[in-house]
């Protein structure tokens, strides 16, 4: 049997030069437009920014965006906790619990394609089944809770997702150290397992929040606007403030003052998502810090220790040092 011949060292240059090429166009066409919209929010916000827009309440097309970002917060802080809890255990369940079948198949399969199936639905469908299913069916009204629940739903299978990946990029070798050691699956699980898979996990839950604070179509089926908190969760005259339909609404309002909160509103989500980037990074780094396969800080090699050199050793005066008294002359 004859080998294929080699490609020559001309052309495989030339392919490694063109997907290299290839690789940096296709970080260009993501940091453009990423970069084109941070640099434009910022240009139209900034030259008219004020501190006040922090704590002086919405009145009209007017003021500041206080119970908006604190309503923000609120929305997210809830998906957090809803969304959080059932993705997590979600994917905890497909990656360590789901049984395999008989046929040697992963298990999990129908939960899996579930999963799938929601992710693609658009944002507004599912905001308009929560209207017509908790707005109008159970009497809530537009509210938070409704809001809550359609916005976890929506993010519910990222996390699942994410979740079972970093959980299945866990070595193998970890699980079965636990096992030799004695440890119970719960125990492993908790300490080794998820401990390991902490930086995957971080990452879904980032996603969901980033999520829950730009979204604007089903929380305004299920939530509705207001330019003050609520007393209530749910109910008439609950209707919960939040930074997007400043953004959404007010960019196509006639007065100049709208323009401005539009732009600020836009800024401040900007910049919550930047710190929830950066509050991620801090907590992998130092959850990662000694974990296996991650960069170890290079050290700077230790200066070879000289030892100085011995000092002369004194000459041994000679034992007798007392004069000879008969040597010497006699008077």
């Known amino acids: 049997m004859t080998q294929a011949a080699m490609p020559s060292t001309r052309r495989r240059r030339i392919s490694g030069v063109g997907f290299r090429v290839y690789t940096y166009l296709s970080l260009l066409l993501i940091l453009v437009p990423a970069g084109w919209l941070l640099i434009s929010v910022v240009a139209h916000a900034v030259p008219h920014w004020h501190w006040g827009v922090l704590t002086q309440p919405l009145k009209g097309q007017t003021g500041g965006l206080r119970d908006q970002i604190l309503g923000t917060l609120i929305i997210m802080a809830g998906v957090l906790v809803m969304a959080g809890t059932v993705g997590v255990l979600a994917g905890i369940h497909l990656s360590e619990l789901a049984k395999t079948r008989k046929s040697g198949k992963e298990g999990g399969t129908a939960l899996r394609l579930a999963s799938d199936i929601l992710s693609g639905f658009p944002s507004i469908v599912l905001g308009y089944v929560g209207y017509v299913a908790l707005v109008i069916g159970l009497h809530w009204g537009l509210s938070l809770l409704p809001a809550l629940i359609i916005l976890s739903i929506m993010v519910v299978p990222y996390i699942a997702k994410t979740t079972e990946n970093s959980l299945r990029q866990v070595p193998t070798g970890y699980r079965e150290g636990a096992d030799a050691l004695g440890m119970s699956m719960g125990y492993s699980l908790r300490h080794v397992v998820l401990k390991s898979a902490f930086p995957g996990i971080v990452t879904g839950l980032l996603l969901a929040l980033a999520i829950a604070c730009g979204e604007t ?79 170890q800080r290079r050290r700077r090699p230790l200066k070879p220790q000289t030892t100085p050199p011995a000092p002369p050793i004194p000459p041994t005066p000679p034992a007798n040092l007392s004069p000879d008294l008969d040597a010497l002359p006699r008077s």
């Open 217 to 295: 179509a089903p929380l305004i089926y299920t939530a509705g606007f207001s330019d003050k908190l609520p007393h209530a969760i749910v109910g008439a005259g609950a209707q919960f403030p939040y930074l997007t339909y400043v953004t959404f609404t007010f960019y196509n309002s006639a007065q100049t003052s709208a323009h401005y909160l539009a732009y600020d509103a836009a800024l401040i989500l900007v910049v919550i998502v930047l710190l929830l980037l950066v509050a991620s990074r801090i907590i992998v780094a130092r959850t990662q810090r000694y974990a296996e396969g991650t960069r």
